[in-house]
C-alpha cells in the first residue's frame, strides 16, 4: 500500500510585506476580529454581529497578523468568503486596524478571498461596500438587479442569510441598507 502524503496545514501563515502574515482565523482570533468590526459597525460601515455569528462563520474567515515581540500576534485585519450558491460567493466583514490602513492589509485580504474563491470554484464574488475604488481596483463592478437567473434567485430567497438579501436586492432589507454599494467581480 502506497503511503499518502502528510496533510498540509491550511492555517499556515503566509507572510506580507513589513514583517505581518496573513492566515486563516483561529478561535483565539474571534474577539480580535470582533474588536476590529465593531467601531465600523457603529458608524454603519459593516453590520453587527454577536460573538457566536463570528464563532460560526469562522472557518470564512482569513485574518492578517503583526507578529509581536512576546511571540503573540496582533489581529491587525479581518475578512470572509461567505458562499451564496455554487459559482457565487460574498466577500464580507472586510476591516482593518486603522494605525494599519495603507500597508496593503486589506489588499492581501481581498487578494486571498479572491484565490480561495476559485480554489473552490466560484466564478462571481459578490460585494457590499463603500469603498468602491478600492474594490474596482480589484476588479469589482457596481451593479444592478440580480445577476442570477430566475430558479436560482428562488433557491437564494430561502436563505436567512441578510448578505443574501442585500445580493438579491430585497426590499426587506432596505431599511436596513447601509447606503453602500453592490459590486461583482467576474473570476
Known sequence: MESQPAPQSIYAPRELRGGLRIR????PDVL???ELVDPLAEQRILVAKDTVNYFEGLQEFQVV???QPDGTERVVGCAAL???WEDLAEARTVATHPDYRGRGVGRA????LLFDAREIGVTRVFCLTFETQFFGSLGFEEISGTPVSPEVYVELL???DEGTAEFLDLARVKPNTLGNSRMLKHL
Open 109 to 112: 485580504l481581498l487578494e486571498q
Open 158 to 160: 430561502h436563505s436567512q
Open 65 to 67: 497578523v503583526d507578529p
Open 24 to 27: 486563516r482565523a483561529r478561535t
Open 32 to 34: 480580535a476580529i470582533k
Open 82 to 84: 461567505h458562499v451564496l
